[in-house]
């Protein structure tokens, strides 16, 4: 007969598993993903920058209707498909009743699902059944993700392929024609989202883990050309109406730009330290506890070799982005996931109370200034919440507030209920990360919009009637303000052509010429609330 005590017989202080029902863990993952994800997702305007580029694109795509190659406004050149932003496009037709940018971002959702049941399901896979749910709560508890999961960006469907091909990989040696689709499905997201450059990591885990001992060799050569064939049907009649239609972009797709450089490794590493927190601390822990088995289980060499594999991809690329190492989270949070249980007592307490008093102090600061936004008390903070605010006159809205003090009341309730064990150091980490993002969707937005709304000044654009077929120089005006104005416009807005009849600028009153006839070519002027440059459209 067995007997099963939770007792520390080898006196590591290592905390027993906390038995909490299986439903009950899947309700909570469910609630938690749902209410982070949705709060904020379709409730502000374009943010610049970084919404400018895939909004730029989902205009071209929405308003004009080219799917096969279509370019940002700020920059005619085309170097992969784009499936996140026409998926965008699609949404935005189905939910009209919504302003396009916010119907699109409900894309996001479907993104999310699939990449949440990709890393479920792989670590399921390589560890058993539980550490799906855990990894997941690891994996949106990121740091990173606070502001990437709700806006409008293509390393959003990026990270979808990624995750797909980890699960893929995971998945080959028990099910291997199941997982060559999945694979395949992969790389069709991924080449019409990165571009070919995508294949490189394809390539070099399939290469890397067919020579691994406890791989075998001709089994995942196989699993992998599979999934390559399988991609290839879609991949070709897609490349096939691109040679047709856009001959000269289908050169720019095939011979991609590859810029290797060592300043891309440091600017990565060093972001990636507090990109991926909580997942971080846990998966140094399970390096140090895992790394001799390398060559003995999956469940560690799959992780860490698709992790040295993208993460070559991104030091390969000319343009750097902190949102880009999102694509690293799925394995990151898988590896740190094993390490949750076997964590002494006081690492976990650790990473409970930094948690807590992180998010707690974050809520106090968004209350107080919310505060004295709106009643003066303090003074001093008054002022600087006027300003940052852009002058905002304040509303109350009693049922965004009513919304925020629940969400107080069940994070104060949560930790005067809850014991300290090793797992609920990573769900009051999720609990806090989503009360701070709640709270400041809630108090802060009306704030952030006054600010941050180009809309407001740029639809102002469209009273000047200017012809369909004319178009505009941007002289010496920013990409992204160049992407946003296209966006709200659809005025074709180049760099350098004469032959264009006006020219927009952005520059300080200060320096405008105060002569009359220079003044009397003006026909628009805008200006962002303490902005000190305002926009101009004049003829040329």
Not at 104 to 126: D, F, H, K, Q
Not at 153 to 172: D, G, K, P
Not at 375 to 399: A, C, D, Q, W
Request: glycine share 4%.
């Amino acid at each position: 007969m067995k007997y099963f005590l939770d007792h520390d017989w080898q006196g590591n202080m290592q905390t027993p598993k906390k038995k909490v029902g299986e439903k009950a863990k899947i309700n909570f993952l469910i609630i938690f993903a749902t209410i982070y994800l949705v709060f904020g997702l379709f409730t502000h305007s374009p943010w610049r920058p970084l919404e400018t580029n895939s909004f730029s694109i989902f205009a071209n795509i929405f308003f004009n209707g080219d799917i096969l190659a279509p370019h940002l406004a700020s920059i005619n050149s085309f170097d992969h498909g784009h499936i996140y932003e026409i998926l965008g496009a699609i949404f935005a037709k189905i939910i009209f009743f919504l302003e396009p940018h916010n119907a699109a971002r409900l894309a996001n959702i479907l993104w999310l699902a699939l990449t949440m049941i990709s890393i479920g399901l792989t670590n399921r896979e390589l560890r058993g059944f539980g550490y799906g749910r855990q990894s997941n709560i690891i994996f949106l508890s990121s740091v990173g993700l606070f502001f990437t999961l709700h806006t409008f960006t293509h390393e959003i469907a990026i990270l979808t392929a990624a995750s797909l091909c980890l699960y893929s990989f995971s998945l080959s040696h028990r099910r291997p024609f199941r997982a060559s689709i999945l694979l395949g499905i992969s790389i069709i997201i991924g080449l019409l989202s990165k571009g070919l450059m995508y294949l490189i990591p394809i390539i070099g885990i399939t290469a890397t883990l067919a020579i691994l001992p406890n791989w075998n060799y001709r089994r995942t050569i196989i699993f992998a050309g599979l999934g390559l064939l399988s991609s290839l049907l879609f991949i070709g009649v897609w490349i096939f109406l691109l040679s047709l239609y856009h001959p000269n972009s289908l050169e720019k797709f095939l011979f991609p730009m590859i810029s290797f450089s060592t300043e891309n490794i440091k600017y990565y590493f060093v972001n990636l330290l507090w990109f991926a927190w909580p997942a971080v601390p846990l998966f140094i822990v399970t390096l140090f506890n895992e790394f001799s088995t390398f060559l003995k289980y999956k469940r560690t060499n799959l992780p860490l070799v698709f992790l040295a594999w993208f993460f070559l991809l991104l030091i390969c690329e000319s343009q750097i982005s902190q949102v880009k190492l999102v694509i690293l989270l799925p394995a990151i949070a898988i590896m740190a996931s094993s390490s949750i249980d076997s964590l002494q007592r006081g690492a976990s307490g650790a990473l409970n109370w930094f948690g807590i008093l992180i998010f707690s102090a974050i809520t106090l600061i968004l209350w107080i200034g919310w505060f004295a936004l709106n009643f003066g008390i303090p003074y001093k903070i008054h002022e600087r919440m006027v300003y940052l605010s852009g002058n905002l006159t304040p509303e109350l809205n009693f049922f965004h507030i009513f919304l925020a003090l629940i969400f107080l009341i069940v994070w104060i309730t949560s930790l005067w209920k809850n014991n300290l064990t090793n797992r609920s150091s990573v769900t009051n980490w999720a609990l806090g990360i989503t009360l701070a993002w709640v709270t400041t969707t809630l108090l802060w937005f009306p704030m952030i919009e006054n600010r941050k709304d180009y809309g407001q000044i740029f639809k102002q654009i469209n009273a000047i009637n200017i012809p369909y077929n004319q178009c505009m120089i941007a002289n010496d005006l920013n990409n992204s303000f160049v992407d946003l104005i296209f966006y709200y416009t659809q005025i074709d807005i180049r760099k350098n052509d004469n032959n264009c009849k006006y020219i927009i600028f952005h520059k300080d009153i200060r320096s405008i010429s105060s002569d009359p006839e220079f003044k009397s070519r003006i026909l628009w002027q805008g200006k962002m609330p303490n902005d000190k440059k305002t926009f101009y459209i004049m003829k040329n």
